[in-house]
């Protein structure tokens, strides 16, 4: 990347330039897997969500067999967007625009008025490549996806027993960040910014680096002690960085039991039943480019991270109960989700105004911290080289 110091912000065109974001979605957004939503969110046979990958819509549902499966959401007549709701439930997946019809696997069953003989085989919905792990469904729009099985044989043994896939949806919110998508990244990836930010969150997310970072946080007593108690009951702790660099897994200590304003868990049941100790901390993954996640004891917060232009990003957040929870009896959408709607804000106006100081022509990269922003370090890295090995693809391509 031209200009580019190792340890040091990226250029401005990498958070500015229309091509370099085309080449973003190209090598990144449109070639990885992508965190779509939650298996629990589509529990029943006809059960859809849809969201965009840059300019692709697309549409997941649950089939009659009961397979979630993914599909561009763009018809095979005319074009036409499908399902235009966030989400709903449907026998068929019926275009607005001339009735055409496809069922839940995604073959056109009816053709109004059709009058010439054509071929319905040939007229199914395109499908996109759909893997779901352990309650997290993940889409990718490649036609020859990169290796999912090692990611997954990593994130189920420390989520299957959080039992993500019966949970249930109790809250999602969604909002635009004025910033391009490496700038939230960078955001999430350190906590240097926390403590004069995030007086909520601060008042249960410990700032020791190790904790966010990526080094593994072994050195640090507190860490250790986690990890080793909480093996001991059963639960996968240690920190997991894969060798790409591309997702991380580790069991956080935390300030409290839940991120919530008290400390004290949001919901009454537990998200598990398997899991009832108290003081598990949070279970911390990210998965480049798309998802981070805080797993606590009492529910679980995910984030999945959208880019909708070279400075605009949407985040959507998502908090997952025990599917048994009552709202109202066994917790409060406010108490639950008041600490990381705070946050967000706060991240919303960091990222914002970082956008605005980068956009300067005085803007020059700073060097990062190299104890805070390890984590920030080690995703620019990652960018940068997944960057470079696309290009040099191309390159041999045409070549
Ligand atoms: O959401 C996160 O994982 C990170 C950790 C600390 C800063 N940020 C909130
Ligand atoms: Fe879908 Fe015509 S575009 S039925
Ligand atoms: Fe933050």
């Known amino acids: 990347m031209k200009g580019y ?4 912000a990226l250029p401005r065109d990498c958070y500015v330039d229309p091509d370099i974001y085309r ?9 990885d897997w992508i965190f779509a939503g939650h298996d629990c969110e589509i529990g029943k046979i006809g059960d859809f969500f849809t969201f965009r990958i840059g300019d692709y819509p697309i549409v997941v549902v649950r089939g009659e067999d009961g397979a979630i499966r993914a599909f561009h959401n763009s018809c095979r007549h005319r ?4 399902c235009s709701a966030a989400r709903g439930s449907a026998v068929r997946l019926v275009c607005p625009y001339h009735k055409w019809s496809y069922d839940l696997e995604g073959r056109l069953r009816f053709a109004r008025d059709m009058t010439k003989p054509f071929d319905a085989a040939e007229l199914g919905l395109k499908s996109v490549a759909c893997a779901s792990v352990a309650g997290y469904v993940w889409v990718c729009l490649s036609s020859d996806p990169p290796d999912f099985a090692t990611f997954r044989a990593t994130m189920e043994p420390y989520f299957r027993p959080h039992a993500i896939a019966n949970a249930k949806l109790a809250f999602e919110s ?4 004025n910033g391009n998508w490496k700038l939230v990244w960078e955001n999430n990836r350190e906590c240097y910014h926390c403590a004069p930010n995030h007086p909520e969150l601060c008042r249960t997310f410990p700032e020791a680096p190790g904790v966010t970072g990526v080094e593994g946080g072994g050195d640090d ?11 001991r009951a059963g639960l996968l702790s240690r920190l997991h960085l894969s060798p790409e660099g591309n997702y991380r897994m580790a069991r956080m200590p935390l300030l409290g039991d839940s991120t919530t304003m008290s400390g004290a868990p949001a919901v009454r049941r537990p998200l598990s039943p398997d899991v009832i100790q108290p003081g598990i901390g949070s279970l911390l993954m990210f998965n480049y480019p798309s998802n981070w996640n805080h797993v606590l004891g009492d529910h679980a917060v995910t984030f999945r991270l959208l880019p909708i232009g070279p400075m605009q990003t949407m985040l959507t957040t998502k908090w997952l109960v025990n599917a048994e929870a009552v709202e109202g009896v066994d917790y409060s959408v406010k108490d639950l989700t008041e600490v990381w709607l705070a946050t967000n804000e706060q991240d919303r106006r960091i990222v914002e105004e970082n956008q605005i100081g980068v956009c300067s022509p005085a803007y020059e ?7 805070h922003e390890g984590g920030v370090i080690q995703f620019v890295e990652w960018w940068v080289a997944t960057m470079a090995r696309a290009d040099g693809e191309k390159r041999g391509q045409a070549g």
Request: aromatic share 12%; glycine share 8%.
């Open 23 to 31: 080449r973003d979605l190209d090598a990144i957004f449109y070639s």
């Open 79 to 82: 074009g036409s967007r499908i």
């Open 5 to 8: 110091r190792k340890g040091y």
């Open 365 to 371: 990269p700073g060097p990062y911290n190299p104890v």
């Open 221 to 231: 007593p507190l860490i250790a002690a986690h990890w080793e108690r909480m093996e």
């Open 174 to 177: 969604t909002i635009i960040e």
